[in-house]
């Protein structure tokens, strides 16, 4: 196991280090599995989205989440001028919609997947196994991304199995069950 890094033990003080690639950062992050959902907002009367796997709970009181969003995205400018934007949760088998939202918005087909409008106007996206709508609670620059924190206003839960990213590909995770049951079930000798 490597020993900790940063740390003097002698001082409990960073120490100064090379920095860390990018690239080398990507790989060892890529071994935490996330999520994978789509942002969607509204811009100019037209739906927008991006493919994301920054999303996480902040606070149950009151509600909030958030989401990283790259500086320069068309997509962090929507969703401030439209005051929030709504979190698409993806089903396993709807690999598709996280491609679709993750190619540059110039590359995408004119026509986008099947929606409704969520309660604040947001877009709720066909084949997803949760929503949630959310108003613009606050932003904080962050290195070359912004978090961008929403306070949930409505949210729901749908049949289906969420859509897992690591070690840089997608992934199922199957049937969610019980685990405690499970455990007791599959594990005798426990």
Same mark, same amino acid.
């Given at each position: 196991?490597p020993?900790?890094s940063?740390?003097?033990?002698?001082? !409990?003080?960073?120490? @100064?280090?090379?920095?860390?690639?990018?690239?080398?950062?990507r790989?060892?992050?890529?071994?935490?599995a996330?999520?994978?959902?789509?942002? @969607?907002?509204?811009?100019?009367?037209?739906?927008?989205?991006?493919t994301?796997?920054?999303? @996480?709970?902040?606070?149950?009181?009151?509600?909030?989440?958030?989401?990283?969003? *790259?500086?320069?995205?068309?997509?962090?400018?929507?969703?401030?001028g439209?005051?929030?934007?709504?979190?698409?949760?993806i089903?396993?088998?709807?690999?598709?919609?996280?491609?679709?939202?993750?190619?540059? %918005?110039?590359?995408? %087909?004119?026509?986008?997947?099947g929606?409704?409008?969520?309660?604040?106007?947001?877009?709720?996206? %066909?084949?997803?196994?949760?929503?949630?709508?959310?108003?613009?609670?606050?932003? *904080?620059?962050?290195?070359?991304?912004?978090?961008? &924190?929403?306070?949930?206003?409505?949210?729901?839960?749908?049949? !289906?199995?969420?859509l897992v990213?690591?070690?840089?590909?997608?992934?199922?995770? !199957?049937? &969610?069950?019980?685990?405690e049951? %499970?455990v007791?079930?599959?594990?005798?000798? &426990?």
């Open positions: 196991m020993a900790l940063g740390l003097d033990p002698n001082q !409990g003080m960073a120490l @100064t280090r090379e920095p860390l690639s990018p690239g080398a950062l790989r060892v992050l890529g071994r935490f996330t999520g994978v959902a789509v942002a @969607t907002t509204m811009s100019g009367g037209r739906p927008r989205g991006l994301v796997n920054s999303f @996480t709970s902040v606070s149950l009181l009151p509600a909030l989440i958030l989401i990283c969003i *790259h500086r320069d995205s068309a997509f962090l400018a929507a969703a401030i439209r005051g929030g934007f709504a979190i698409n949760i089903d396993d088998d709807h690999l598709d919609l996280v491609r679709f939202f993750a190619m540059p %918005e110039r590359n995408r %087909e004119p026509a986008w997947p929606w409704e409008p969520s309660p604040s106007g947001f877009p709720l996206l %066909e084949g997803a196994v949760a929503y949630l709508d959310c108003a613009l609670h606050a932003t *904080h620059p962050a290195g070359d991304h912004v978090i961008c &924190i929403g306070r949930v206003h409505s949210a729901e839960a749908a049949a !289906g199995h969420p990213f690591v070690g840089g590909r997608f992934r199922s995770i !199957g049937p &969610i069950c019980d685990l049951e %499970e007791l079930k599959n594990w005798a000798w &426990i």
